[in-house]
Structures are given as C-alpha cells and as structure tokens.
Nanobody, 125 residues
Framework: VQLQASGGGLVQAGDSLRLSCAAS????????MGWFRQAPGSKRELVAA????????YYSDSVKGRFTVSRDGAKKTVYLQMNSLKPEDTAVYFC???????????????????YGPGTLVTVSS
C-alpha cells in the first residue's frame, strides 16, 4: 500500500484547510485509515481515524470538534477537514493504513502498517 498526503500549506489562525491522502496498491475498502501529526520536538500524535466502512471515527481530544475525517471509496482517498486552526496545530501531517482491520475494529484500535510521507501545515497567529 502506498499513501500520499497533500493539501498542506501556510494559513492563519482560524482558517480552514483540507488534507487528502490517496491510497494505491491495496484494497482500499479493507483499510482502516488514520491521520497523524508530528511537530518539531514532539511525539507523533494520532489525531483522527476512520473505520474501513467509514461509519466509525476517532478523534484526539486536541482536535475534537474542529477536525473531520472522511473517506471516498471511489477515489481511494481519505480526507481531513481542519477548521478553526490554531498555531499549535502546526505540524507535519501524514496518513497511515491498517490492512488487518475487521468490521468490528474500532478506529482507536488500528494497528498501522503503512505510512505515507507527510504534508506540512503551518498556522500563523
């Protein structure tokens, strides 16, 4: 499975941005997907995840209510809509895939095996 994130950029606090992650090389409908971020000097953080059906999602407390994860099976793409961005959201964002999920796997329990290169999001104050 190959993953490629895009859509990052420089925005101001309060702005919105939508990231995309295109998947190839696997059966997209069988993949649990997640979005991570990592800021300089910080640990990698899982910010959002979505089940392979798209019916169940997970958000970290730091982004809950501001970010929305979704997926489009026809385009084999996962999205991260980020609203009300804050300077502390500045990080490299990257997507990941778990090919081992079953229908009942909650997104918070994904075991990611594939990671794509990131896209930089910079939020100025």
């Amino acid at each position: 499975v190959q993953l490629q994130a895009s859509g990052g950029g420089l925005v101001q606090a309060g702005d919105s941005l939508r990231l995309s992650c295109a998947a190839s090389g696997g059966t997209f409908s069988r993949l649990g997907m997640g979005w991570f971020r990592q800021a300089p000097g910080s640990k990698r953080e899982l910010v959002a995840a979505i089940s392979r059906s798209g019916m169940t999602t997970y958000y970290s407390d730091s982004v809950k209510g501001r970010f929305t994860v979704s997926r489009d099976g026809a385009k084999k793409t996962v999205y991260l809509q980020m609203n009300s961005l804050k300077p502390e959201d500045t990080a490299v964002y990257f997507c990941a895939a778990d090919p081992t999920v079953i229908t009942s796997t909650h997104p918070s329990q994904h075991q990611y095996q594939y990671y794509g290169p990131g896209t930089l999001v910079t939020v100025s104050s």
